[in-house]
């Protein structure tokens, strides 16, 4: 070739890449083909990207993941998977819904696994998040905690009685997730036993090592 890879625009590497492949049936150093069968050059590769969620969950954290997911899906490369490294104390109940929903809707529609880890404290609502995951992973020294939704208390009766109400909507909504996640993984756990898990030890919850965690079925692997 008369130019170098490095001199030519996007449509000049893809037209000489081509054209590399049929005169000597080998890809270029600076090239890779794709799972598609395309050749595309390897500055372009990225075929699992990771994200990291962390801190308290609340509208914010939703607006990260969001903002960080519609970048990796505008970006010009095949998606094969979606790392996330994740750790949290819990927050509000209902962002943690959206931050699960948001990475399983972008899984499905990219048809991209995700792969989950949580990293220290896998604690109240994140507990939930990290079931998203199609591999769900923490290290050794993480924890896990389940233990019931709380509501604040202070507000008039006819409010305080639809509250109660919501909350514990949302605490079987929360149970029927984790159990379904625990149950497509082989292992056996009712909506039953993963409110009893929540209000274990007189409210406090479950606290658990990554390994007991495993051993219920809320994770896939100890790393």
Do not use: W
Not at 20 to 42: H, N, S, W
Not at 93 to 110: C, N, Q
Not at 133 to 152: A, F, Q, Y
């Amino acid at each position: 070739m008369s130019e170098s890879f490095s001199q030519l625009n996007d449509e000049q590497i893809t037209t000489e890449a081509v054209k590399a492949i049929k005169d000597t049936q080998e890809i270029p150093k600076t090239f890779y083909q794709r799972p598609d069968g395309l050749v595309a050059p390897e500055r372009l590769r990225n075929p699992e990207p990771e994200i990291t969620i962390s801190g308290r969950v609340e509208p914010d954290m939703f607006d990260r993941t969001s903002r960080e997911l519609e970048k990796i899906a505008a970006g010009n490369t095949l998606i094969t998977g979606l790392r996330v490294n994740f750790t949290s104390f819990g927050g509000y109940v209902t962002s943690g819904f959206g931050v699960h929903d948001l990475l399983t809707v972008f899984g499905r529609e990219h048809n991209a696994p995700i792969t989950v880890t949580g990293y220290g404290p896998i604690m109240s609502i994140g507990a939930l998040i990290i079931q998203a995951g199609d591999t769900r992973r923490m290290p050794k020294n993480s924890r896990m905690l389940l233990h019931p939704i709380s509501v604040g208390m202070r507000d008039e009766v006819q409010r305080l009685e639809y509250k109660v109400q919501e909350t514990r909507a949302l605490q079987t909504i929360y149970s029927e997730i984790v159990s379904e996640r625990v149950c497509r993984s082989g292992k056996e756990m009712s909506p039953e036993q993963v409110t009893a898990l929540m209000e274990a030890n007189n409210g406090v919850g479950t606290y658990m090592t990554s390994q007991q965690a495993l051993d219920l079925g809320l994770i896939d692997e100890v790393i």
